[in-house]
C-alpha cells in the first residue's frame, strides 16, 4: 500500500438484506488503512422497497422488474454517492473508483448452477456519478467453486487480525455472519451463522407497522418458548459445516409461518422474543466450538439492538463482548467500508477472497470494471 500523502479516495456502497436503505462512504486509504471521511444513509423510496421485497421471495421470476429494479437500483445507489460528495465537499474527479455490493435478489450457492444475484446497474452508477466503478463481486469466487459469501472476513482479517488475542468480528445485518480471526492468519474462518434481524423485522413489522423493534424493547416483553426455539433451531442450515450462506430464500416470513403453525396460540410478543434468542443462540452455538475467543466485536446494525446483545452475552459468559468501535471503526458503516476495501483491492490487483471462508478454489481479485467514459 502506498505511504503518499495525497488521498486516495475511493466510495462503498452497500445494501443488505435488510433493505433499510443504502450505505454509502467515502474511504481515503493514503495512510494504507481505511480511513472513514464521510457517510450517508439513503433510504429506499417505499415503491421500490416493495418491488425488491417481491423480486426477493424466491417464487417470484419476473424478468420485467427484475430489468426496472435493476435500473432503480443503480440511479438510486448513483444518487447516494452524489449526496455523499456533496455533503463532503469532494469532487468525483477526486475518487478513484466505487466498490458497489448491489442488492441481493436471489442467493443460491447451492443451486445446480450455484449462483447469487445482486442489482443495481453499475454503468448506470458510473454514467451518473462520472466515476469508475467496481461491482458484481461475488460473481468469481463462485465461479471458482466457492460460495461467493461471506466476503467481508477477508477485509476483517486486514484490518482487525490481532498478534494477541483471537477475535472474532459478528455482523448482524439481516443474515448474520462471523468472522474468526485467530491468532494465526492461516486459521481465519467466517461464515453465515443464520438469521440476523430479517426474521425481527418481519414479525415486528407485522404487528407494529415499523421496520424494526427499536433496541428491542418489544422482544425484551415476552417471554421465550423454549419448544418453538428448539423447533426453530431444528433447521438443517443451523447444523451444516461451514463453508456455508444464506439468505432470504430460506430465512423468510414462509420460513416462519411454518415454523408456527403449531405455536398458533403464542402471544405475538413471546414469538418476537423467541426470535431473538433464535438469533443470538445461532451465533453463540456458532462460535463456542471454535477456538478460545478473546473478544468479540460486533457490527451492523443488529449492534443497536440491546436486548439481542444482552441475550447474546447471557449465552456467551466468559467472552468480552464489545463493537467495532472499541477497534476504531463505527459498527454501522464496516460493511460500506468493506466495499470501498474491494474496489481498492480491484483497482490495486490485490486478491480479495478468503478460500478457506468461501470454498473457492484460489485466492482472486474479485469485481467487473465499469469505466465511467
Ligand atoms: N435502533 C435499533 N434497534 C434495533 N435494531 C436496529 C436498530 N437500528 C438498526 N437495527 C437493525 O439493523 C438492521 C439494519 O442493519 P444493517 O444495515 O447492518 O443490515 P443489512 O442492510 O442487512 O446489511 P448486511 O446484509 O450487509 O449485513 C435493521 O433492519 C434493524 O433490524
Ligand atoms: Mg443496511
Given at each position: 500500500m502506498s505511504n503518499s500523502a495525497a488521498p486516495q479516495y475511493y466510495v462503498g456502497l452497500m445494501s443488505g438484506t435488510s433493505m433499510d436503505g443504502v450505505d454509502a462512504v467515502l474511504v481515503d486509504f493514503?495512510?494504507?488503512?481505511?480511513?472513514?471521511?464521510?457517510s450517508h444513509d439513503k433510504p429506499i423510496t417505499p415503491s421500490l422497497l416493495e418491488k425488491l421485497h417481491r423480486l426477493a421471495d424466491p417464487q417470484c421470476n419476473d424478468i420485467n422488474l427484475l430489468g426496472q429494479c435493476d435500473r432503480a437500483c443503480g440511479e438510486l445507489f448513483a444518487f447516494a454517492t452524489i449526496e455523499l460528495l456533496h455533503h463532503?465537499?469532494?469532487e468525483a474527479s477526486q475518487i478513484i473508483a466505487i466498490g458497489s455490493h448491489g442488492q441481493t435478489v436471489r442467493h443460491m450457492p447451492d443451486a445446480q448452477y450455484p449462483f447469487s444475484m445482486q442489482i443495481g446497474d453499475a454503468s448506470t452508477i458510473a454514467v451518473m456519478t462520472n466515476i469508475d466503478t467496481v461491482a458484481d463481486f461475488r460473481r468469481k469466487d463462485i465461479a471458482l467453486g466457492g460460495q461467493g459469501a461471506p466476503l467481508v472476513p477477508a477485509f476483517h482479517q486486514q484490518l482487525f487480525q490481532s498478534k494477541v488475542e483471537n477475535r472474532v468480528i459478528l455482523n448482524i445485518g439481516g443474515i448474520a455472519n462471523i468472522t474468526l480471526l485467530d491468532k494465526d492468519p492461516d486459521k481465519t474462518l467466517g461464515f453465515d451463522t443464520g438469521p440476523g434481524n430479517t426474521l425481527l423485522d418481519y414479525w415486528h413489522k407485522k404487528h407494529h407497522q415499523q421496520p424494526y423493534d427499536d433496541g428491542g424493547q418489544w422482544a425484551a416483553t415476552g417471554a421465550v418458548n423454549e419448544?418453538?426455539?428448539?423447533?426453530?433451531?431444528?433447521?438443517?442450515?443451523?447444523?451444516?459445516?461451514?463453508p456455508k450462506s444464506t439468505g432470504r430464500e430460506l430465512f423468510n416470513a414462509r420460513w416462519l409461518t411454518q415454523q408456527l403453525q403449531q405455536f398458533n396460540h403464542l402471544?405475538?410478543?413471546?414469538?418476537?422474543?423467541?426470535?431473538?434468542?433464535l438469533t443470538a443462540q445461532s451465533i453463540a452455538q456458532s462460535i463456542l466450538p471454535l477456538a478460545q475467543v478473546n473478544k468479540l466485536y460486533v457490527c451492523g446494525g443488529g449492534v443497536f439492538n440491546d436486548d439481542l446483545l444482552?441475550?447474546?452475552?447471557?449465552l456467551m459468559p466468559l467472552t468480552d463482548v464489545g463493537s467495532t468501535d472499541d477497534l476504531g471503526l463505527a459498527p454501522q458503516w464496516v460493511e460500506g467500508i468493506a466495499f470501498s476495501w474491494?474496489?481498492?483491492?480491484?483497482?490495486?490487483?490485490l486478491t480479495s477472497n478468503l478460500p478457506r471462508v468461501t470454498g473457492a478454489?484460489?485466492?482472486?481479485?474479485?469485481?467487473a470494471f465499469y469505466p465511467a467514459n
Open positions: 493514503a495512510s494504507g488503512i481505511p480511513k472513514l471521511i464521510a463532503a465537499g469532494i419448544a418453538l426455539l428448539q423447533h426453530m433451531l431444528d433447521e438443517p442450515y443451523f447444523a451444516k459445516a461451514a402471544a405475538p410478543q413471546d414469538v418476537q422474543a423467541t426470535l431473538a434468542q444482552t441475550r447474546l452475552k447471557q474491494l474496489a481498492y483491492c480491484f483497482i490495486n490487483k478454489n484460489k485466492a482472486a481479485i474479485l469485481g
